[in-house]
Structure formats: C-alpha cells, structure tokens
C-alpha cells in the first residue's frame, strides 16, 4: 500500500488550512466535505501519525478529535469561522487506526449559548468507530479573523 497515493474518497477537498507555518501543515493535508449540511473531516493516516506499535498516534486522533469537532460544531449552528479555543475536551479511544486506514470524523451539536459550544462526534477508521469525542468550545463574542481562513459553507456549496 502506498500511503502517499491512496485515494481519497469522492466528495472530499483538501482542507485549506495547512499552508503556511502552523500546526495544520505538519500534520495535514486534512480533508472536507459537506454531508447532509454537516461537516466532515478525514485523513489518511500516513507513518509520520504512527507511534512506535505502527498505528495512529493518540495525539493525532486528539488533534483530529478538536478540530471536527470545533469545526463541525461551527459548521452545523451556521456561525461565522474563526478562531475558537477549546475549553474542554474528552476523548474515548474505541479502537486503533492503521497505517493507511482513512479516518473520518462527524459531529453533533448539543447546545450553542452566546458563549460556548457544546458537542460530540464519532471518528471512524476505515469505518469502524474509532474515538468518541465530546467538546466545549469558547464562542462568545465576533469571531477573530484568522488569515487565509477561507469560508468553508461557501467553499462546500
């Protein structure tokens, strides 16, 4: 299997975040898609997400955890992009990702209040539940523009 060329399942565009020097671009390319008017991230877990037993990496399922689920959360309660730290997060490690394995996260918004956001999401690995997730996001206030931070409603029409 070469990691490097695997496809990526239809429907997805490669999350525009990671160029640059920042955390996302060590770590992506991550990948999108609108689905029933929800976001949805992926990846394809490479060697350099592997710890050391060769599968997927806890921090990099942890990464991927806050990311879907602040993104997702955002995306769901059609509020506006922009940088929202997380409060709390708690994760449940289900079953492992593989070396090559496509990953995949979902989320489900529980509460949006003027300042936080309250969610879950399920991350699969070729399918299978992986994590389970649960969030809290700080999102009171305008949003703080982030720059090259595209909006991702209009990206994924």
Avoid: Y
């Amino acid at each position: 299997m070469n990691v490097q060329t695997d496809a990526v399942p239809a429907g997805f565009i490669e999350l525009p975040f990671g160029a640059g020097e920042n955390f996302l671009s060590l770590i992506g390319p991550l990948w999108c898609k609108r689905e029933n008017n929800k976001l949805i991230l992926g990846f394809r877990v490479e060697k350099r997400h592997c710890n050391i037993g060769g599968i997927c990496h806890g921090g990099m399922l942890m990464t991927f955890a806050d990311m879907q689920l602040g993104l997702g959360a955002r995306f769901h309660a059609e509020e506006d992009f922009g940088f929202m730290p997380t409060v709390n997060m708690t994760a449940d490690f289900l079953a492992p990702a593989a070396l090559g394995a496509w990953v995949e996260g979902r989320t489900d918004l529980l509460r949006s209040t003027r300042n936080f956001i309250f969610c879950q999401g399920i991350i699969t690995s070729n399918g299978a539940p992986a994590v389970r997730a649960s969030g809290i996001m700080k999102s009171g206030g305008a949003p703080v523009s982030i720059k090259g931070l595209p909006n991702l409603r209009s990206l994924l029409k």
